[in-house]
């Protein structure tokens, strides 16, 4: 994307396999965000946006989630705007090593705090690693990407992250709360 009516786009800072996601500036405030942008790549079910914007809505109370702010249904390629998280992913801070006991067991708690409030919600991660748990500017911890997520009592198989999907998961079993604590 070049343009976005009422943002100026800066720069592309993560892609993943239905999207891409930008850092910009919302015009009217100055603040940054983040804008998913839903790519036209390997024939992509555009309800998969609104499954993911649908979950974000559920969720946009628990501090531990990524803040879903906005959302552009009729633009080419559809968006979301959420709240831009400075400090980058998990799994970016553990290419520098592991964490200190300390930090890992509060990075935990708060994934899990996340999870109860999503489980609570009926609403299932299923894609659960470090890439997807962002740091804010505190370098809190916050879950984010729900676009694999599933409704608790929804049927058939959840896609997810290989080599973080729990075995019944990996099956093509259904997924359960546990698999995301699996994960």
């Known amino acids: 994307p070049t343009t976005l009516p009422g943002f100026r786009i800066l720069r592309q ?3 993943g396999k239905y999207g891409t996601v930008w850092l910009a500036r919302e015009l009217n405030t100055g603040k940054h965000v983040a804008i998913k942008f839903y790519t036209h790549r390997r024939g992509v079910d555009w309800s998969l946006l609104g499954r993911e914007v649908e979950k974000l809505a559920v969720l946009y109370t628990s501090r531990n989630i990524v803040g879903l702010l906005s959302v552009g249904w009729d633009h080419d390629p559809p968006y979301y705007v959420m709240e831009y998280l400075p400090n980058g992913s ?6 520098h090593g592991p964490l200190p006991t300390v930090e890992a067991v509060r990075v935990a708690i708060r994934v899990c705090q996340a999870l109860v409030h999503a489980h609570g919600s009926g609403i ?3 894609d659960l690693k470090p890439a997807n748990v962002l740091l804010d500017q505190d370098h809190e911890p ?3 990407d729900f676009g694999q997520s ?18 019944e998961q990996a099956r093509g079993e259904r997924a359960t709360p546990a698999s995301d604590i699996y994960s």
């Not at 998990?90 to 290419?95: F, G, H, K, S």
């Not at 009592?153 to 075995?167: I, R, S, V």
């Open 13 to 15: 800072i993560g892609e």
């Open 90 to 95: 998990l799994a970016t801070r553990l290419e």
């Open 124 to 126: 299932l991660h299923c």
């Open 142 to 144: 916050r879950l984010c």
């Open 150 to 167: 599933r409704l608790a009592d929804e049927q058939g198989h959840a896609l997810g992250t290989l080599f973080y999907m729990a075995p």
